[in-house]
């Protein structure tokens, strides 16, 4: 197939959003063939059958890098005590914030998990978006951990999109380990990486290393056994203090560190160095009412890449748009909107260590996304309006 008529933001190349316009884009299997000038479509492709978009934008599909879109239940009544007055740590110590959410997950069966994740899912697909990273972690129990991980893969066969997943065990103490966090880490929550990696369930492991989670110790020996297995790591770092998050997942070569709101000139050194990706979350920023903002200065000056998410969760961050992110990063983070679109594309593809999406260029998976607009910042600057005219999934028009 051939589309043509196409402005291209390939993020590919020297020009602003690698922009081609008056461009074409052949496809083959689920792979792009090629994408250049209308003028210089191979002869190979000339004969393809095309489809004109009478000028229409197209960027690679979004990827939202980081979510915890599987979860039992919701926590509006909590967002209520956060408006009077009480605060995300101070419901969290009191048995509220992610252990309620435990406690709903818990209660939850696959099919419910499955069916209450599938619209916001939808919600995603709906703005463009076509891989999706979906975490455990509202589980802190081998069954419903694995449950969680299961209804991840399984929302992958039951709609056209891509699912990664995360082993986040350690989000979070549960309430049987109040006291006793290591033993947690030991007893639970290692043995069911160990298992849920052995059913193929995994494929990265997080963690969450915070006053109210997990000490870098206890995070450090949870990625030994990831890196035993084999497994890439990711981290929730400095989110709501600095602990030295950060620092750790660079050691271990992480793909991403996450949130980082309270990271230093230094972490952004360490993470340049190890390859880290920086996934800012600006939705549980605005959420919390957050005034420390992270570092983006000094990404952009030690060359951290910078992804983009959601963040999709009941407590810190109920957002189901990935444009709107998009706009939240420009306007709270200073982000330019070509930096929220690779943020949300290439940035988010490193993030989770894929090297054959977030870009248009030959050979990479044809999974695109189709605009109605004229320029690419238009995507980062409006709220709340969705301009997609259509999503292309492995060469097929959805
Ligand atoms: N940081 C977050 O923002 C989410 N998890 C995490 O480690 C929030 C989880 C929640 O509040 O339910
Ligand atoms: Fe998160």
């Known amino acids: ?95 509220g914030g992610i252990v309620s959410t435990v406690a709903a997950t818990r209660a939850a069966s696959l099919d419910d998990l499955i069916t209450s994740a599938l ?28 449950t969680m991980l299961r209804a991840a893969r399984a929302i992958a066969q039951m709609r056209p999109l891509r699912v990664l997943t995360s082993f986040l065990g350690a989000h979070a103490v549960p309430p049987e380990y109040k006291d006793d966090p290591d033993s947690y880490i030991d007893a639970i929550c290692i043995p069911a990486l160990r298992a849920t990696h052995s059913e193929g369930l995994v494929d990265a492991v997080d963690g969450f290393c915070e006053g109210i989670a ?46 980082l709101e309270y990271a230093t000139e230094e972490d952004a050194r360490a993470m340049a160095a190890a390859g880290t990706a920086a ?51 420009c306007t709270l983070f200073g982000l330019t909107p070509e930096e929220a679109l690779r943020g949300v594309t290439l940035n988010a593809a490193r993030a989770l260590g894929l090297s054959d999406s977030g870009r248009i260029a030959p050979g990479l998976r044809a999974d695109l996304a189709i605009w109605d607009v004229e320029h690419p910042a238009e995507l980062a600057y409006r709220i709340g309006f969705n301009p997609l005219h259509a999503r292309i999934f492995e060469c097929q028009f959805q």
Not at 47 to 66: K, Y
Not at 126 to 141: N, P, R
């Open 1 to 95: 197939m051939l589309l043509t008529n196409a402005t291209l933001a390939t993020l590919s190349g020297d020009v602003p959003y690698g922009l081609i316009r008056d461009a074409a884009l052949a496809m083959d299997g689920d792979r792009i063939a090629w994408a250049g000038p209308m003028a210089d479509v191979p002869r190979d492709h000339a004969e393809d059958h095309s489809h004109d978009l009478e000028g229409r934008l197209v960027t690679p599909a979004l990827i939202d890098c980081h979510t915890h879109i599987v979860h039992g239940g919701n926590r509006a009544a909590e967002f209520e005590m956060r408006l009077q007055g009480r605060s995300y740590e101070e419901i969290a110590r009191a048995g």
């Open 119 to 146: 619209p916001r899912i939808d919600a995603l697909l709906a703005e463009g978006v076509a891989t999706v990273e979906i975490k455990s972690g509202y589980g802190l129990d081998f069954e419903t951990e694995r």
């Open 214 to 259: 997990f000490s870098p110790d206890q995070i450090d020996r949870v990625f030994g056994i990831a890196r035993a297995l084999g497994l890439p790591v990711k981290l929730h770092a400095e989110q709501l203090s600095n602990l030295g998050g950060a620092q750790l997942a660079a050691r271990y070569g992480a793909l991403s560190a996450d949130h």
């Open 279 to 329: 996934v800012i979350l600006p939705g549980a920023f605005y959420t919390l009412k957050e005034t420390q903002m992270p570092p983006v200065q000094a990404f952009r000056d030690h060359g951290v890449p910078m992804a983009l998410a959601t963040d999709c969760n009941p407590g810190s961050s109920p957002l189901t748009s990935l444009l709107l992110a998009m706009n939240m990063g």
